[in-house]
């Protein structure tokens, strides 16, 4: 293999973990056709995987060829990409929390400690917050680098490819980062388990009305200052509902915008049982 390395020897034998940790800290290639031989059997085989992935989840602008991205051999296709469909990667990525648990490793003992795995994105060592994803070079290439960093409840994504410079791909990302920071915030709309303002009546129970809670947490991506005039919630609840009552039980749907555009729709749920009430007079009055 070309490229970066950890020299792998035959017979030798890691773990999944650790080759991962080769792979994203470290770049190395030949843990990559590693990892894809034990996934898939064979990197053709890997390959197709990749492709049929970044499909799946909206790539439109992006074909792999190769498990490594290093320079093609004459005859074969070099690997593309666009910014946005690495942003869209990146994305997916962050469903996973160990992914991050690799990518913001400064540096990893690997064979016994008989060698440094030094990540290659030097974010995580100069921008706050920093903990991923991943770098790329070859010369036609360029520098690359697709950078995350979390601040509090907002995590943002940058992507520079294409630097002619060393070291100005970490040096835009950051500035990108920073003017995300300094000009956006995730705004809090619903907290999972927490009540809203609102009352539903309960009929036939000794309970007059629940307040049905947010079944999921919602935020919304805006500037600052904007939460107040751009975000709206709208409820869409029955004026009753008839005991018995289920604790988790969905009593309707909250729609959350902003500026008018659709953010979210979650969930409304009961917060507790509700039992049907024992007395017959109230049962024969929620009947009228």
Do not use: W
């Given at each position: 293999m070309g490229g970066s390395q950890v020299y792998l020897k035959e017979g030798e034998v890691f773990s999944l973990d650790d080759m991962m940790k080769a792979v994203v800290v470290h770049s190395a290639n030949d843990a990559s056709v590693a990892v894809a031989e034990y996934v898939a059997g064979s990197t053709d085989s890997f390959v197709v995987m990749m492709n049929q992935q970044a499909a799946a989840i909206g790539m439109k602008d992006s074909h792999y060829y190769s498990v490594s991205g290093l320079p093609p051999?004459?005859?074969?296709?070099?690997?593309?990409?666009?910014?946005?469909?690495?942003a869209i990667l990146a994305r997916a990525l962050l469903k996973y929390p160990d992914v991050t648990r690799w990518s913001s490793i400064d540096t990893a003992p690997f064979r016994?400690?008989?060698?440094?795995?030094?990540?290659?994105?030097h974010m995580v060592r100069t921008f706050p917050g920093c903990?991923?994803?991943?770098?790329?070079?070859?010369?036609?290439?360029?520098?690359?680098?697709?950078?995350?960093?979390?601040?509090?409840?907002?995590?943002?994504?940058?992507?520079?490819?294409g630097s002619g410079h060393k070291l100005t791909n970490f040096k835009e990302a950051s500035e990108m980062l920073s003017q995300g920071f300094l000009n956006y915030?995730?705004?809090?709309?619903?907290?999972?388990?927490?009540?809203?303002?609102?009352?539903?009546?309960?009929t036939g129970a000794d309970t007059a009305s629940i307040k049905p809670v947010w079944g999921g947490d919602a935020g919304v991506f805006i500037k600052h200052g904007d939460a107040s005039s751009a975000i709206k919630?709208?409820?869409?609840?029955?004026?009753?509902?008839?005991?018995p009552v289920k604790a988790g039980q969905q009593i309707g749907t909250a729609n959350v915008t902003a500026s008018g555009k659709p953010v979210a729709t979650i969930a409304l749920l009961a917060p507790s049982d509700v039992a049907k009430s024992t007395s017959l007079t109230k049962r024969l009055f929620s009947i009228f």
């Open positions: 051999a004459k005859g074969e296709s070099a690997d593309v990409a666009s910014a946005y469909d690495q016994a400690g008989t060698f440094v795995l030094r990540n290659t994105n903990d991923g994803l991943k770098t790329g070079f070859y010369d036609k290439a360029g520098f690359n680098v697709v950078a995350t960093a979390k601040r509090n409840d907002l995590r943002l994504i940058a992507v520079v490819l915030e995730m705004h809090q709309v619903a907290k999972k388990g927490a009540p809203i303002a609102q009352s539903v009546a309960v919630v709208g409820y869409n609840l029955p004026a009753s509902i008839a005991a």
